[in-house]
């Protein structure tokens, strides 16, 4: 069963609701992918359609990310391979405090309907 947190950052998500009051990275550009292109919940039939989409996306999330020192070229020396599902594959990183997830987002039409993984 899906708790009601998990269930409201999902209608948030369909809804493209801006999230008020959350500093951390994961909002902010889930809120700045909101603003900037709307959102709209993963649909089978709009999935070729919305890949354009989602390459703009791409680049407006790696420009963001390098702005902000969030972008890693590649894993960092160190970074232990732990497991994957799914689309995702995740490290643990060299302080061995840390996770890090490469994603793909092949399951989804768009890179705002990710965020709910973050």
Sequence with gaps: MISDEIRKKLQNVV????????????????????????????????????????????GFLKTYAENNGL????????????????????????DHRHVIK???AVYYATWAGISIAW
């Design 102 to 104: 490469v994603n793909d």
């Design 15 to 58: 809804g493209g609701t801006i999230l008020e009051g959350q500093a951390d990275h994961c909002t902010t550009i889930r809120n700045l992918l909101c603003e900037s292109f709307g959102a709209n919940p993963t649909v089978k039939k709009e999935f070729q359609n919305r890949s354009i989409l989602k390459e703009e996306q791409a």
């Design 71 to 94: 972008w890693l070229p590649s894993l960092p020396e160190g970074s232990l391979y732990l497991t994957r599902g799914g689309e995702s594959e995740i490290y643990l990183a060299p």
